[in-house]
């Protein structure tokens, strides 16, 4: 099976690709087709937006992944203008921010929020399969800390990794291992199986 990842950020890429690891498929990225154009991204729900990519990326190829993501500060009322959401690269209309600028921008705002604000990401998938589309909304992960210090390290295409603690253990996600036993990583576990068993099935792998 030939399946395109609807997505130009490689760490996305390099999930789905470890996702599906063992399936019979052949990954492909928007450059290898040739497609450099973006939809106009207007869902209210990072699942309405992941839809709307996945549509307009099957215009183009038989089989589609896409994914969208919110981040979501607890003390910030959802209609505050500084809450991310949806608009985690682009906050308050400005231009799609890269990786440093991002850690530059949500540095200076946790710094003005008191210097750790506690966060959690929305993420909604979206499969488009020969014309029939599926969904999927996660409910939200386990809250994390974000603080206005970076790690030095960095998390290609997730920049926000170096600004995020577990809550467990205060280590960065970008220096974390994936094999420590916190509440976290089970926490993520199951959702990584709640995840992979809805992209088989959409795909329509066994």
């Given at each position: 099976?030939?399946?395109?990842?609807?997505?130009?950020?490689?760490?996305?890429?390099?999930?789905?690709?470890?996702?599906?690891?063992?399936?019979?498929?052949?990954?492909?990225?928007?450059?290898?087709?040739?497609?450099?154009?973006?939809?106009?991204?207007?869902?209210?729900?990072?699942?309405?937006?992941?839809?709307?990519?996945?549509?307009?990326?099957?215009?183009?190829?038989?089989?589609?992944?896409?994914?969208?993501?919110?981040?979501?500060?607890?003390?910030?009322?959802?209609d505050?203008?500084?809450?991310?959401?949806?608009?985690?690269?682009?906050?308050?209309?400005?231009?799609?921010?890269?990786?440093?600028?991002?850690?530059?921008?949500?540095?200076?705002l946790?710094?003005?929020?008191?210097?750790?604000?506690?966060?959690?990401?929305?993420?909604?998938?979206?499969?488009?399969?020969?014309?029939?589309?599926?969904?999927?909304?996660?409910?939200?992960?386990?809250?994390?800390?974000?603080?206005?210090?970076?790690?030095?390290?960095?998390?290609?295409?997730?920049?926000?990794?170096?600004?995020?603690?577990?809550?467990?253990?205060?280590?960065?996600?970008?220096?974390?291992?994936?094999?420590?036993?916190?509440?976290?990583?089970?926490?993520l576990?199951?959702?990584?199986?709640?995840l992979?068993?809805?992209?088989?099935?959409?795909?329509g792998?066994?």
């Open positions: 099976m030939k399946v395109l990842i609807g997505t130009t950020n490689p760490s996305k890429v390099n999930r789905f690709k470890l996702l599906l690891d063992g399936c019979d498929i052949e990954f492909f990225t928007l450059s290898d087709i040739g497609v450099s154009s973006e939809p106009e991204e207007k869902g209210s729900s990072p699942e309405e937006n992941a839809i709307i990519k996945a549509k307009y990326y099957g215009r183009f190829f038989d089989t589609v992944i896409t994914n969208d993501s919110g981040l979501y500060f607890e003390c910030l009322p959802l505050d203008p500084r809450q991310p959401g949806l608009n985690i690269r682009t906050p308050n209309g400005c231009s799609r921010m890269n990786d440093e600028e991002s850690i530059k921008y949500y540095s200076s946790i710094h003005s929020l008191g210097g750790k604000v506690t966060a959690f990401y929305l993420d909604g998938f979206a499969v488009f399969n020969n014309g029939k589309i599926f969904s999927f909304t996660e409910e939200p992960h386990d809250s994390f800390y974000m603080v206005d210090t970076p790690s030095e390290n960095r998390h290609e295409g997730w920049p926000l990794d170096s600004l995020s603690l577990s809550k467990d253990t205060g280590i960065p996600f970008v220096d974390r291992k994936n094999d420590e036993k916190t509440k976290e990583n089970v926490i576990d199951e959702y990584r199986t709640h992979v068993s809805f992209l088989k099935k959409s795909l792998l066994n």
